[in-house]
T-cell receptor, first 116, second 115 residues
Framework: DTGVSQDPRHKITKRGQNVTFRCDPI?????LYWYRQTLGQGPEFLTY????????KSRLLSDRFSAERPKGSFSTLEIQRTEQGDSAMYLC??????????????FGAGSRLTVL | AQKITQTQPGMFVQEKEAVTLDCTYD???????LFWYKQPSSGEMIFLIY??????QNATEGRYSLNFQKARKSANLVISASQLGDSAMYFC????????????FGAGTRLFVKA
């Protein structure tokens, strides 16, 4: 198992363009999370999935943001009509649903978005 | 609403000394989990330690211990015998334990370990 993979690692785009990020979680993990992190701040929760069901979305997630996890495995996060304020690191994390109360988040390396 | 507060934007500690990073939280849930993560300059988030709200003993993991004071709603991280490699951002986080599984993070504390 190679951990949580995110692609691309870096994306530079012009304002108004659409971008899509992909996350491949640890294979046996059925919960998948997206966070946004700006420089010097903590990760902000965006949304999470249990299997293919999107169970919660943050109010931070405007209608320009959409996330999917169609088969309960990998997930995509799309940002339409990007704005300069969308520039951030987008982190994906996954966790299992074992009996341990910890259910520790395992994070990917992140996808850094720069909107010019 | 749940909230995590880390009031120390930056902390300095001398190598080999102990340091305490503060974290307070707010929740109306009875069941919740508290976590600390480390984020070095390379960017990856590394799990350090976990404390469940019903755990009576403070959690320890090697040089890390969590000073859990439930009545005060605090979950401070203590790092003993600091090493240069401990220089990083440290985030306190909380997971809702009753019905939801969202984990929220504080703003973080940057720790600088001096040689």
């Amino acid at each position: 198992d190679t951990g949580v993979s995110q692609d691309p690692r870096h994306k530079i785009t012009k304002r108004g363009q659409n971008v899509t990020f992909r996350c491949d979680p640890i294979s046996e993990h059925n919960r998948l999370y997206w966070y946004r992190q700006t420089l010097g701040q903590g990760p902000e929760f965006l949304t999470y999935f249990q299997n293919e069901a999107q169970l919660e979305k943050s109010r931070l997630l405007s209608d320009r943001f959409s996330a999917e996890r169609p088969k309960g495995s990998f997930s995509t996060l799309e940002i339409q009509r990007t704005e300069q304020g969308d520039s951030a690191m987008y982190l994906c994390a996954s966790t299992g649903t074992g009996s341990s109360g910890a259910n520790v988040l395992t994070f990917g390396a992140g996808s850094r978005l720069t909107v010019l | 609403a749940q909230k995590i507060t880390q009031t120390q934007p930056g902390m300095f500690v001398q190598e080999k000394e102990a340091v305490t990073l503060d974290c307070t939280y707010d929740t109306s849930d009875q069941s919740y989990g508290l976590f600390w993560y480390k984020q070095p300059s390379s960017g990856e988030m590394i799990f350090l330690i976990y404390q469940g709200s019903y755990d009576e003993q403070n959690a320890t993991e090697g040089r890390y211990s969590l000073n859990f004071q439930k009545a005060r709603k605090s979950a401070n991280l203590v790092i003993s015998a600091s090493q240069l490699g401990d220089s990083a951002m440290y985030f306190c986080a909380m997971r809702d334990g009753t019905g939801g599984f969202k984990t929220i993070f504080g703003a973080g504390t940057r720790l600088f370990v001096k040689a």
